[in-house]
Nanobody, 125 residues
Framework: QAQLVESGGGLVQAGGSLRLSCAASGRTFSNLPMGWFRQAPGKEREFVAAINWSGGSTYYADSVKGRFTISRDNAKNTVYLQMNSLKPEDTAVYYC??????????????????WGQGTQVTVSS
């Protein structure tokens, strides 16, 4: 299994931007689809964005489409989440997750094989 470490979270005003990073260890990273999820207090963990193993396909939750961009650099074993036009409702702990196999996009928590520890994103109004 891949070991994942997120970074880049913080406090930002509404309308601002943040870039999250998820560094992975293990030789299998470049073969796995990756995803970003988030969990707000008192709510279930929800899907945010997913990317396939090569970076050629991406998928977004409707709530972030047009504002967030997922990307990956397999040479650096890192996946990114660029978040623009942030809103207070984007406040949550953000987690990256690695898929269980090469094929299935990570669009639900059940499809995640490895989780990072999470990074807090707080958007003030």
């Amino acid at each position: 299994q891949a070991q994942l470490v997120e970074s880049g979270g913080g406090l930002v005003q509404a309308g601002g931007s943040l870039r999250l990073s998820c560094a992975a260890s293990g030789r299998t990273f470049s073969n796995l689809p990756m995803g970003w999820f988030r969990q707000a207090p008192g709510k279930e963990r929800e899907f945010v964005a997913a990317i396939n193993w090569s970076g050629g396909s991406t998928y977004y939750a409707d709530s972030v489409k047009g504002r967030f961009t997922i990307s990956r650099d397999n040479a650096k074993n890192t996946v990114y989440l660029q978040m623009n036009s942030l809103k207070p409702e984007d406040t949550a702990v953000y987690y990256c997750g690695a898929g269980k196999n090469r094929i299935v996009l990570v669009t639900t928590t059940q499809r995640v094989g490895s989780w990072g520890q999470g990074t807090q994103v707080t958007v003030s109004s």
